[in-house]
């Protein structure tokens, strides 16, 4: 059975920093390219890092230079990191984590809540 963790996420400040993890259990996880995702309220879901098997990282622009994804891979399980530093009121968002490009049965996760607010 695949599943997806989040958690990590909270309220901070403009200018602070936060970590997320996310749980993808299941050996499948192992071979893909995995992501982070974000959803701000009447926005679409868009991918903002991604992680090969090999740990080459990509960024979207918008959050180049601030956040950093990083990977554990183990047996059945692959922990998937997003570090984010100097957070913006903009990156206020539900974070979730998928493969990238997203598997139609891949269920996603609840994802967790990124507010950045003073």
């Known amino acids: 059975q695949v599943q997806l963790v989040e958690s990590g996420g909270g309220l901070v400040q403009p200018g602070g920093s936060l970590s997320l993890s996310c749980a993808a259990s299941?050996?499948?996880?192992?071979?893909?390219?995995m992501g982070w995702y974000r959803q701000a309220p009447g926005k679409q879901r868009e991918l903002v890092a991604r992680?090969?098997?090999?740990?080459?990282?990509?960024?979207a622009d918008s959050v180049k230079g601030r956040f950093t994804i990083s990977r554990d891979n183990a047996k059945n399980i692959v922990t998937v990191y997003l570090r984010m530093n100097s957070l913006k009121p903009e990156d206020t968002a539900v974070y979730y984590c998928?493969?990238?490009?997203?598997?139609?049965?891949?269920?996603w996760g609840q994802g967790t809540q990124v507010t950045v607010s003073s």
């Open positions: 998928n493969t990238v490009p997203v598997g139609t049965t891949i269920p």
């Open positions: 992680i090969t098997r090999g740990d080459t990282a990509n960024y």
């Open positions: 299941g050996s499948i996880f192992g071979f893909y390219v």
